[in-house]
């Protein structure tokens, strides 16, 4: 993937710490209005512009992935950066002493070739595939006013968005974690989160040769004066690393189960031991019943309750392996709308937590 083939972290390990390397592109806004609501949220009703100052820059580790702390959050809370290697991005950086960077927003940016190399051997289909972590203050502020961050890739050659995911600081639904939530500067985060962006080469839907461009966007709060920024990692058709990716209908009726499929993979070099799964039942359903794959041994919430299922992956999982899990749902009664779901996760002893990507599906 990329102009020369498959990319290591998106070219982050390749350049020097500081503003992110060729190709990658860093554009600065301003949040003077706040964004317009929409289902899905695009980036025209971002609402954004000109002006704002380049906050956004490449980390290194000299100590290698997850092992540094976020300067906002401390030691306390559970993100680690980077997620892979040493180096990663981070947009539109805030750090907990400076303000002044008030209503500012900053986007990276990076047009990707689908070619060989991005096709994913377990399904046969072309994936683009990365991991990002938002960090955003939460002065609840209206909806509209806070900050948030947005995730769009466009295929440039049909001229059509292949994805988007968007977020606000408190927003429902989402597994927040917090800090110094009995004060105003109360700041959400999430684990590292798997982005899945997947293609069918049978039907069209992408193509070898489409330009794909990723845009990862953070802004801080439409008053002034509190951060929204997001960390960016291994951009590729498989993250280097454990992670979990499901799927589920995008549409169904309420008065239907709902079954979300999931597998969970060891995409890295190395076998990886004390692997754990978990999926908490997303709002307004409840726990039907699950069909756990080879060697995963789980427990569950009862039939007709809401809870998390929790899954032990017996033995360890050697580089290049995985695992299924499917879990069926009942809808409650009187849901309408979507139902988002982004709450099932994977770790390891040599891994911290990653989310699996969003599913989303519409109640019909």
Not at 179 to 200: C, F, H, K, M, R
Request: proline share 8%.
């Amino acid at each position: 993937m990329g102009g020369g083939g498959e990319v290591s972290n998106g070219g982050f390990e390749l350049g020097a710490v500081g503003v992110p390397p060729a190709p990658w592109a860093v554009q600065t806004f301003l949040n003077t209005t706040g964004f317009t609501p929409q289902t899905p949220q695009t980036y025209a009703g971002l609402n954004l512009v000109s002006g704002g100052k380049g906050a956004t820059t490449i980390q290194n580790s000299p100590t290698g992935q997850q092992s540094q702390i976020d300067p906002d959050l401390g030691p306390t809370a559970s993100l680690r950066w980077p997620r892979y290697q040493n180096q990663d991005a981070m947009v539109n950086f805030h750090s907990s002493s400076v303000y002044s960077l008030s209503q500012n927003a900053n986007s990276l940016s990076q047009t990707f070739t689908l070619n060989t190399a991005s096709i994913d051997p377990l399904d046969g289909q072309v994936h683009l595939r990365f991991v990002l972590a938002p960090v955003l203050q939460n002065p609840l502020h209206t909806e509209t006013q806070q900050p948030y961050y947005f995730v769009q890739v466009t295929d440039l050659s049909q001229n059509r968005v292949v994805y988007s995911q968007f977020g606000v600081s408190g927003q429902p639904g989402v597994p927040w974690k917090s800090i110094s939530t009995a004060s105003p500067t109360e700041i959400d985060y999430t684990d590292w989160q798997l982005i899945d962006v997947p293609g069918n080469l049978t039907n069209g839907q992408l193509m070898f040769g489409d330009q794909l461009q990723v845009l990862v966007l953070a802004s801080g709060c439409q008053p002034g004066g509190h951060f929204g920024e997001v960390y960016v990692d291994g951009v590729g058709m498989a993250p280097p690393g454990i992670f979990i990716n499901g799927s589920a209908p995008a549409t169904t009726s309420a008065t239907q189960p709902l079954t979300y499929s999931m597998v969970y993979r060891n995409s890295s070099a190395i076998t990886e031991t004390g692997v754990t799964v978990n999926f908490t039942t997303p709002p307004n359903t409840t726990f039907q019943s699950i069909v756990p794959g080879a060697g995963l041994v789980c427990a569950t919430p009862p039939v007709g309750a809401s809870g998390t299922v929790s899954c032990t992956v017996v033995n360890p999982m050697s580089a290049g392996s995985a695992g299924t899990l499917a879990v069926k749902l009942a809808i409650n009664p009187g849901t309408t709308g979507s139902i988002v779901f982004s709450n099932y996760s994977m770790s390891s002893t040599q891994e911290t937590t990653i989310l699996g990507n969003q599913l989303t599906t519409v109640l019909q």
